[in-house]
């Protein structure tokens, strides 16, 4: 039996975690609800594990989408974590070599060197496995030398800004940094003078013990190995190295389907604990790019709804856009956390019923519903309403007099009763229509209408609509001799991924250039209604980048299809700013007509 | 002694009584709020106002005079849809002070 006290501070530490975890996983899985057991059950053994082992294999340890992001970045992580899975893996097997029993004790590949201190090589290839343990431990020395200048120099990783962090972060990080020089130390000074090392550890050895005595100092360092090690792994549970087992688990329940609504608090845990305060969220947010206003941002955010802390600014300074979920190498669905703390920092006010008196409408086939935004861009409703008219389409305008809300914005504020009051009143107006298709020009409407309305008819953006409309030959059009670039709203874009369709439309009637912020990249105009604590300067700020960012000024027309970017853009926007349906039915003017559009554009770009 | 008139009670405007701090509580939280010239834009477009008796002018107004009782009453009518946001002229961030005036609805 090897012992030597100088294992205690390892093996408690061990222990430690291993308990911590078993015991959280256990009460993550009774907290499940009983569907979400049961599909658990089902899943074990089919191809879900395998899935979720793969996804495992390439997230946690390699890091692929974070190499995606950024490969410096990509590097420093994946060093770090595959490198120390692989330390662990080979290390073990080595051990074996050595002393084949199957009932080693946890600490004894750890220690290996000091354990053996012989020289002799048991089988041929032992002296690979020295070689490849030494490898593997250089690569990770370089991962965590990349950390440590990242902590002092971000923009070496062409990074504006890294996460900043609280003492609890701070002790299993300077830990962390400290695990493998102490290995590297420990296992060279041994190697000194036992001679059992590899090409790294030999060669630093020899040279070390020829300044350093074997009493006390192999000793010493392996006694700091051994601390670092416990200590990193006693307060792993309070830091966001949490991560490291919560994401295990994350990827293994999310492949078994179990919903991470934030009705169930415990299993929301898992989510919020697989965060790993990257800081890949920071960059990517345009309050902190363009507007700079810092510690708002997702890394932030929750590790305020980790710890139960309630921030108003935190919570309510989001412009919910999204690209923060999307940009997540773990996947993290942000918005759902705002949104849930929001409903717990208002009281609910309900709106009265009897309010809504609804005049039922006439009935008709395809039913048109605005919008509160297309009322206050009218261009864009009377665009709608020529194209409609030219389709010859029975469509009757759903909210033309006394629009309702269709509730999306109370319940980005958190007011999830008034939503729903809003809710039921619009959807007697729509049901009083007895509509078979519902168009909307507004992507807020469009989304609480699929997400919570539960409506049994097609429910379609006009982009799509007019698509169809021109696929099925309704529509008499000419192309226009400009040229455009399209800006995703948030809202449709990573909202409901309507991505095609808008293209698809805007290739038949003007000349699309493409550009680098588009599809899931697409930027925020600034204006989102979730958005609350912004000044208008700093609303200034994000829009006029986003404006530089998609080099709008090189273009006759900005094309989007919310008329809140609209409005927002055109604001600032050197040249014209468009919806969709308006450059349809500027295509569906005669020739001459187009001209004189044409010729008033480029003359508003002279100017 | 009468002077052949006398103040009518209804006409006093008593100082004493007169509570303006939630007025100043939202000018500092939300600086916009003093950018406000009580035009009334966002009552002309409000949706709300075509179902209801709401005007947003109103509420702003009886705040700035101490009606703080009176606006909460009031701003439970609005449905946040935000139209106002965008058409104000002074660039009122008026979302954000109708949920620190609903907030305050709360705390009583």
């Known amino acids: ?108 590949p750890i220690f290996l060197s000091y354990f053996d201190k012989s020289s002799h090589e048991v089988y041929w290839f032992a002296g690979i496995f020295k070689f490849v343990m030494n490898l593997l431990l250089l690569i990770i020395l370089t991962g965590v030398s990349l950390a440590v200048i990242k902590r002092f120099y971000a923009k070496l990783f062409s990074m504006k800004k890294t996460s900043s962090l609280k003492w609890s972060d701070k002790i299993p990080l300077y830990a962390l940094w400290l695990i493998f020089p102490f290995r590297l130390l420990a296992e060279s000074v041994s190697a000194g003078y036992y001679h059992n090392g590899g090409f790294l550890t030999n060669s630093l050895g020899s040279v070390l013990s020829s300044f350093i005595p074997e009493y006390p100092f192999v000793e010493m360092f392996y006694w700091l190995y051994s601390i670092s090690l416990g200590i990193f792994f006693i307060s792993l549970p309070w830091s966001r190295y949490m991560h490291i087992p919560s994401e295990v688990v994350f990827i293994f329940f999310r492949n078994y389907g179990v919903d991470f609504s934030p009705a169930n608090k415990a299993v929301n845990e898992v989510e919020v604990l697989s965060c790993s305060r990257c800081g890949i969220c920071i960059d990517t947010c345009q309050i902190m790019s363009s507007a700079r206003v810092n510690h708002i941002q997702a890394v932030y955010f929750l590790r305020g709804v980790r710890e139960k802390k309630y921030d108003e600014n935190k919570t309510f300074n989001c412009l919910m856009c999204g690209r923060c979920s999307n940009i997540c190498p773990v996947g993290i669905d942000v918005n759902k956390y705002r949104l849930s703390q929001r409903i717990e920092a208002n009281m609910q006010i309900d709106l009265p019923a009897d309010k809504f008196k609804i005049n039922p409408l006439e009935k008709a086939k395809v039913g048109y519903f605005a919008g509160c935004m297309t009322h206050l861009t009218p261009s864009v409703k009377e665009a709608m309403i020529q194209i409609l008219n030219q389709s010859g389409s029975n469509w009757i305008f759903l909210d033309e007099k006394s629009g309702i809300c269709c509730g999306r914005p109370a319940k980005l504020a958190g007011l999830t009763s008034k939503a729903v009051s809003l809710q039921n009143a619009l959807k007697e107006l729509i049901a009083s229509a007895e509509i078979q298709q519902l168009v909307t020009s507004c992507p807020i409407c469009l989304k609480t209408f699929r997400e919570d309305y539960k409506l049994s008819i097609p429910v379609d953006h006009h982009s799509v609509f007019i698509n169809q409309l021109i696929k099925d030959k309704k529509l008499i059009y000419s192309r226009l001799n400009l040229n455009a670039v399209y800006h995703d709203p948030c809202e449709m874009g990573r909202g409901l991924g309507i991505y095609d369709e808008p293209r698809e439309l805007l290739y038949k009637v003007i000349q699309l250039r493409n550009h680098q912020y588009e599809k899931d990249n697409a930027l925020c105009c600034g204006g989102s209604l979730a958005g609350f604590r912004l000044t208008n300067q700093e609303k200034e700020l994000i829009t006029k980048d986003a404006l530089e960012k998609m080099n709008v000024a090189d273009m006759n027309i900005l094309a989007t299809s919310c008329p809140m970017c609209k409005k927002t853009f055109a604001r600032y926007a050197g040249n014209k700013v468009s919806d969709i349906a308006e450059i349809v039915a500027m295509a569906m003017k005669t020739k001459e007509e187009q001209k004189h559009i044409s010729e008033q554009i480029s003359i508003k770009e002279l100017l | ?97 109708i949920l620190k005036i609903m907030q305050k609805t709360d705390n009583k």
């Open chain 1, 1 to 108: 039996m090897h012992f030597h006290p100088f294992v205690l501070p390892f093996l408690l530490g061990l222990i430690f975690i291993v308990v911590f975890f078993v015991v959280k996983i256990i009460y993550w899985y009774q907290n499940l609800l009983i569907e979400e057991k049961i599909k658990f059950k089902q899943s074990v053994f089919t191809v879900k594990t395998w899935l979720a082992i793969k996804e495992v294999f390439f997230e946690s340890l390699l890091h692929r989408k974070v190499f995606k992001i950024n490969p410096l970045l990509g590097y420093m992580h994946s060093s770090i974590a595959f490198g120390w899975f692989l330390l662990i893996v080979i290390g073990n097997l080595e051990s074996r070599l050595y002393h084949p029993s199957d009932l080693n004790p946890p600490y004894y």
């Open chain 2, 1 to 97: 002694m009468k002077f052949g008139f006398e103040i009518l009670k209804d006409r006093q405007i008593d100082f004493d009584k007169l509570d303006r701090s939630f007025s100043f509580y939202l000018r500092e939280s939300e600086p916009s709020f003093r950018l406000c010239i009580f035009c009334g834009t966002c009552a002309s477009g409000c949706s709300a106002a075509k179902f209801d008796n709401f005007s947003l002018k109103n509420v702003f107004l009886l705040i700035n005079r101490g009606f703080t009782e009176q606006a909460t009453d009031e701003i439970k009518k609005c449905w946040l849809c935000g139209k106002c946001v965008l058409s104000c002229p002074r660039g009122v961030n008026t979302r954000q002070l």
